[in-house]
């Protein structure tokens, strides 16, 4: 996809999010999707790899929390993958400061080349696991908010997550539609963790039928010590 056609589709589809986008911000998404296509043949990033594709299930998915996240806040982006979403977030509000966290050192790679690449400030990328650093106290209830994007069920990813917001902060979690189930299941998790459900929202993806839920947790005292427990204790044993 030429930068023309692309520059239009992300002004388009980003405008039904009600986001407008700089012609500055375009070129950086621009040159995210390339070399995410370039890595992908190398390394498995993601199962989407056509520009159209990219641009509504990544790009224009990851600016759906936007409006849930305020200037210069501190933000940690857990099991970012490919950079999902904290790249794009801080592409389209660079006030915002990121630390992005996965546990694989070729993705962290990756997002060193996307960050050098685009010239990207106040941003930390760090090889870690979530279990492992929210235990040390320069990350523990140290950020505002923080954000993931289908990482693990519900009761799972408030053990990672919320350790590391601060009291007052919030907890993102973007999910598929049928979160139902996954919410009543993690209700002791996330109360046990110091948090409380705020909000839920449910829609469609523009111009498709893939579902999406962000689930807003509010972070209200703090999370007892022993929680994250050992890594890998979360995802095979979750609180229930």
């Known amino acids: 996809m030429q ?11 980003m405008a039904k999010i ?3 986008i700089s012609d500055k911000q375009i070129d ?13 043949e190398k390394i498995n990033l993601t199962s989407i790899i056509e520009p159209d594709e990219i641009i509504i299930k990544h790009f224009v998915d990851c600016g759906t929390i936007l409006k849930y996240l305020n200037n210069n806040e501190n933000v940690i982006d857990i099991g970012t993958g490919a950079g999902f979403p904290g790249i794009p977030i801080k592409i389209l509000n660079e006030s915002l400061n990121i630390t992005l966290i996965d546990s694989l050192n070729k993705r962290i790679n990756f997002l060193k080349e996307v960050s050098n690449l685009l010239k990207l400030e106040n941003i930390k990328i760090i090889h870690g696991r979530a279990e492992d650093l929210a235990q040390q106290v320069e990350f523990r209830q140290k950020y505002d908010k923080s954000v993931s994007r289908a990482v693990a069920n519900l009761s799972t ?12 902060g919030k907890m ?5 539609l049928e979160i139902d189930e996954e919410l009543e299941n993690a209700k002791k998790a996330i109360n046990v963790l110091g948090g409380k459900v705020e909000k839920v929202e449910k829609f469609n993806l523009i111009d498709t039928d893939n579902k ?5 947790i509010n972070k ?21």
Do not use: C, H
């Open 220 to 240: 209200v005292k703090p999370t007892p010590k022993q929680f994250p427990r050992k890594a890998g204790k979360p995802s095979k044993e979750p609180i229930k």
């Open 212 to 216: 999406r839920s962000i689930i807003i």
């Open 157 to 168: 990813l408030s053990e990672y997550d919320l350790p590391f917001v601060k009291i007052g």
């Open 3 to 13: 930068i023309d056609e692309f520059s239009y589709k992300m002004k388009e589809n």
């Open 18 to 20: 009600n986001i407008q």
């Open 28 to 40: 950086e998404f621009f040159k995210y999707m390339n070399l995410l296509i370039e890595w992908n």
């Open 172 to 176: 993102i979690a973007m999910k598929g």
